[in-house]
């Protein structure tokens, strides 16, 4: 046997050592993100929430004002227009969103005013200042207010640049998946 032909047997197996490895580190990945999913783990990668390791806990009662809960966002058009500028992520829920992380500040019968800042049955939510432009300066608009239906939640994030129901408005709390507990968190 040729010194070429050696060399190029040698080649093709490690080109087939490398797929091969290539191949199984793809699928060992796959499978640990398959098995966090099941296993109520989800990676939250926005400053909504701190950034990090989170599981989703199941809720056996009605979600309550104060829970930080991860929510399937509903196909609206208000969702597809955040999709479009990026606020939302692609993502498992029904309509092909991301779930998100947020806090409940208001339920169902509650009332809603949302102005400079955002007050629930007129009390102030800290850190609810409603900006007119997004983080590349275009226009946004806030949700003008009201009661909360029945069924539904008001969702806040204390970071200035969250999308939640400042600019939403209550979403249906069917969407919960469950409460949010941390597991491990990156807070810079």
Known sequence: MTGAMQSSRSRHRQKRLA???VAGSSLAAF???VA???GGLRVNLTPSEPMGLWRVLPLDR???VGDVVFICPPETRTMQFARERGYLR???CPAGYAPLIKTV???GGQRADVGQDVQIDGHPIPHSDVVTRDGE???LSSFGGGVIPAGHVFLHSNFSGSFDSRYFGPIPA???LGLAQKVWIYAP
Request: proline residues 8%; hydrophobic residues 40%.
């Open 19 to 21: 797929c091969r490895l």
């Open 31 to 33: 499978s640990i993100l």
């Open 36 to 38: 966090g999913w099941t």
């Open 62 to 64: 009605p979600t309550a």
């Open 90 to 92: 692609s993502g498992l």
């Open 105 to 107: 500040v208001g339920v």
């Open 137 to 139: 300066g275009r226009p």
């Open 174 to 176: 069917s969407g919960v």
